[in-house]
């Protein structure tokens, strides 16, 4: 029997993985609200800082070519709750870190051991649900990594001063091993899959799907509409608003909300609307070519200051929620067997240009700084540079490909 089919399918098939990314996403953004503390304790530079949180975002990177293969051959109930264990383990370590090289690993272990929420339930979604759900599955579980990044932000502000950044991360250890424990205890097994030979050619066609123009295209805006999204979401978002913005720490988590509440809103929408959307002929390369425009004029006015800031910042949000269609969109273009490998690869994308523009927006506020410029020109020549890498990456997405009409 498909396990899709049986009544409590909500419970046992959805919510596992759905906790899981939830979990995921509050891991990667609750730096974001704890940067004031971790610096001041540790006397940490704007470039520490930002080196230290993108450990998350290099070691989630680097898993994703291996678990694409993993994934494919083992099942997501034992990759995630495995994984999951480490990322447990990864936040003990970072809560019991003294030193920069500690809390360096801790993160990057959190960044390991949750780097299969998603593409597990999104590998568990195309085995049991139809292909007419597919939008909708994985609009509601983007949703749940919404809910995520909504916990780190005003809840997470609320219960520093009682607990503090170490209880916080104490607190999201047992979290973890739940999660792990659930999955493993309701996630049914898939069947296996026949090794003979794979392993070498799903490891060859890794090449030629780097190469490929039609990867290529998406790469570039993987990279730093949704890596830059996930940098300012995770780190820089907070101290741009208290700085540039004057808000105190408390007002800033609460534009943080607002953030985060637009992206889960605009995940609601895809998992609502988005098959109707595609009947209608709009295809997931359009989505990505409309969302990226808007998030680029959006961006502009935070920056200018042209308008207030707080609708600015839940927009922002609310169209970020189209990044999660680069998965669908590249993946189109490539045969389905290779959905996996194709879709981990974008996921690499994201997570290096996270930690490249995390790092990066962090060197040049040194920089800047050292050169005695105020904290507020500084941020702001940061973000501008962004905005001018996204404005050249978004090219490809507009060059019209052959399989387009076809397959997307």
């Known amino acids: 029997m498909n396990p899709a089919l049986h009544p409590r399918a909500w419970a046992t098939l959805f919510l596992p993985f759905a906790l899981g990314y939830y979990l995921s996403y509050l891991l990667r953004t609750v730096n974001a609200v704890i940067s004031p503390d971790l610096t001041q304790e540790l006397t940490l530079s704007a470039s520490d800082l930002g080196l230290l949180t993108s450990g ?27 994984l999951l264990l480490v990322a447990a383990f990864g936040a003990v370590v970072f809560a019991l870190g ?41 609009g509601f579980i983007m ?38 424990s659930y999955v493993w205890l309701c996630i049914p097994d898939t069947p296996p899959a026949d090794e003979t030979g794979n ?33 300012l979401q995770s780190l820089w978002a907070v101290p741009w608003l208290m700085t540039v ?20 809103c605009g995940q609601m929408s895809i998992g609502f609307f988005g098959t109707r959307l ?49 998965y669908v969109a590249a993946a189109s273009c490539f045969p389905r067997a290779a959905f996996g490998r194709v879709s981990t690869a974008i996921n690499l994308m994201a997570f290096a240009g996270a930690f490249v523009v995390q790092w990066g927006m962090g060197i040049v506020l040194d920089v800047l700084g050292s ?10 020549t940061a973000f501008a540079m962004l905005i001018a890498v996204q404005s050249i990456v978004i090219v490809p997405l507009f060059w019209r490909r052959g399989r387009d009409a076809q397959t997307n």
């Open 56 to 82: 998350y975002f290099l070691t989630f990177g680097l898993a994703q070519i291996p678990l694409g293969i993993a994934l494919d051959r083992y099942g997501p109930r034992r990759i995630n709750a495995m």
């Open 245 to 264: 913005e004057g808000f105190s720490r408390s007002q800033a988590a609460g534009y943080l909300v607002l953030l985060n509440l637009g992206m889960f």
């Open 143 to 180: 949703a749940a990594g919404a809910l995520g990044a909504l916990t780190a932000a005003t809840p997470i502000e609320a219960v520093l001063p009682a607990i503090g950044w170490r209880g916080v991360f104490w607190m999201l250890a047992v979290v973890a091993v739940v999660a792990a």
């Open 199 to 231: 392993l070498h050619e799903a490891i060859g066609s890794l090449g030629q799907i780097f190469r490929s123009l039609d990867f290529l295209r998406f790469a570039g805006t993987a990279m730093f509409f949704t890596g830059g999204f996930m940098a």
């Open 98 to 138: 003294e030193s920069m090289l500690e809390l360096t690993l801790g993160r990057g272990l959190i960044g390991l051991g949750v780097s299969a929420c998603l593409m597990a339930g999104l590998k568990a979604f195309s085995m049991w649900y139809p292909a007419e759900r597919q939008s909708s599955m994985t």
């Open 371 to 380: 050169a005695g410029h105020t904290g507020t020109n500084a941020l702001t």
């Open 278 to 326: 595609a009947r209608r002929g709009v295809r997931p390369v359009n989505l990505l070519q409309t969302g990226y425009c808007c998030v680029l004029a959006v961006e502009v006015l935070i920056i200018t200051g042209a308008l207030p800031s707080a609708p600015l910042w839940f927009l922002l949000g609310l169209l970020a929620a189209v990044n999660a269609q680069a």
